[in-house]
């Protein structure tokens, strides 16, 4: 398999499935994710969640988010449509 490269500089120097948190409360760390809502009640709505990942070039420091579960966010997606 090729080594991965930064899409903006072509380095090799990849840090990848980096953890992306946003400190909250406390300085706890909460992982930043997607929210999809798969139905439409008042209170106690489901969702599919979706975390996301970074993958970061340590040359220029371009970022490239992807998730972990696209399939499921995908599903969730057309359903949210439908509602
Ligand atoms: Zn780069």
Excluded at 3 to 28: F, P, T, W
Excluded at 46 to 52: A, I, R, S, W
Excluded at 56 to 73: D, K, R, T
């Amino acid at each position: 398999m090729e080594d991965k490269v930064c899409k903006k500089c072509g380095s090799n120097k990849l840090i990848e499935r980096a953890q992306i948190v946003d400190y909250g409360h406390m300085n706890q760390m909460n992982d930043l994710s997607i929210h999809i809502k798969t139905t439409d009640k008042i209170f106690f709505n489901k969702y599919e969640k979706g975390k996301l990942t970074a993958e970061i070039c340590g040359s220029c420091g371009n970022v490239e988010l992807s998730i972990n579960n696209p399939h499921e966010l995908w599903e969730a997606y057309l359903k949210n449509k439908s509602l």
